[in-house]
T-cell receptor
Framework: RKEVEQDPGPFNVPEGATVAFNCTYS??????FFWYRQDCRKEPKLLMS???SGNEDGRFTAQLNRASQYISLLIRDSKLSDSATYLC???????????FGAGTRLTVKP | DVKVTQSSRYLVKRTGEKVFLECVQD?????MFWYRQDPGLGLRLIYF???????EKGDIPEGYSVSREKKERFSLILESASTNQTSMYLC????????????FGEGSWLTVV
């Protein structure tokens, strides 16, 4: 079993749609969680951190479910510019050992 | 803005060649990393360094070595390139060990033929 698992997609959605991705992790000791965005043939960039209480940044909402060991990313009112691969990242506490999911590919179509 | 620069974006090398991938960061970060990214596997850590001349093996160090003679520069070396090292290589740097302060270079696409 992979340490961090994501549905690879692709998710093809129309503009304006709401789309959600999940990511499961196997290490129950993990303390920090993030979503990164990676455009085609570019480097990953931090989209948002995921806090225990859930957090929102504009059209993006991230949630953490420790009991079931998954995090989620919800994108509302999808834009064409949201088309990218979204990487789930999990970090054990104070450990230089980031674990990356393989990514979920999203394509938003006109 | 933090800048992590990978000098070579696209390389094609022959099996058995020695390959150097260079990475420079301009923000005086202590920590630097080399990852490779392959379809379906995500990013995997090859080596990291938390100080000049210090290095630690990551998950997949076999076939690679690194050098950090100066704080701003972290080099990845393939002593004898093999076709299974064809991949996209990402360098990164960070101020600490939390996941929200890591910055990546644009990546180096290496093809070994």
């Amino acid at each position: 079993r992979k340490e961090v698992e994501q549905d690879p997609g692709p998710f093809n959605v129309p503009e304006g749609a709401t789309v959600a991705f999940n990511c499961t992790y196997s290490n129950s000791a993990s303390q920090s969680f993030f979503w990164y965005r990676q455009d085609c043939r570019k480097e990953p960039k931090l989209l948002m951190s995921v806090y225990s209480s859930g957090n929102e940044d504009g059209r993006f909402t991230a949630q953490l479910n420790r009991a079931s060991q998954y995090i989620s990313l919800l994108i509302r009112d999808s834009k064409l510019s949201d088309s990218a691969t979204y990487l789930c990242v999990v970090l054990p506490y104070n450990n230089n050992d980031m674990r990356f999911g393989a990514g979920t590919r999203l394509t938003v179509k006109p | 803005d933090v800048k992590v620069t990978q000098s070579s974006r696209y390389l094609v090398k022959r099996t058995g060649e020695k390959v150097f991938l260079e990475c420079v960061q301009d923000m005086d970060h202590e920590n630097m990393f080399w990852y490779r990214q392959d379809p379906g596997l995500g990013l995997r850590l090859i080596y990291f360094s938390y100080d000049v001349k210090m290095k630690e093996k990551g998950d997949i160090p076999e076939g690679y070595s690194v050098s950090r003679e100066k704080k701003e520069r972290f080099s990845l070396i393939l002593e004898s390139a093999s076709t299974n090292q064809t991949s996209m290589y990402l360098c990164a740097s960070s101020t600490d060990l939390s996941g929200n302060t890591i910055y990546f270079g644009e990546g180096s696409w290496l093809t070994v033929v």
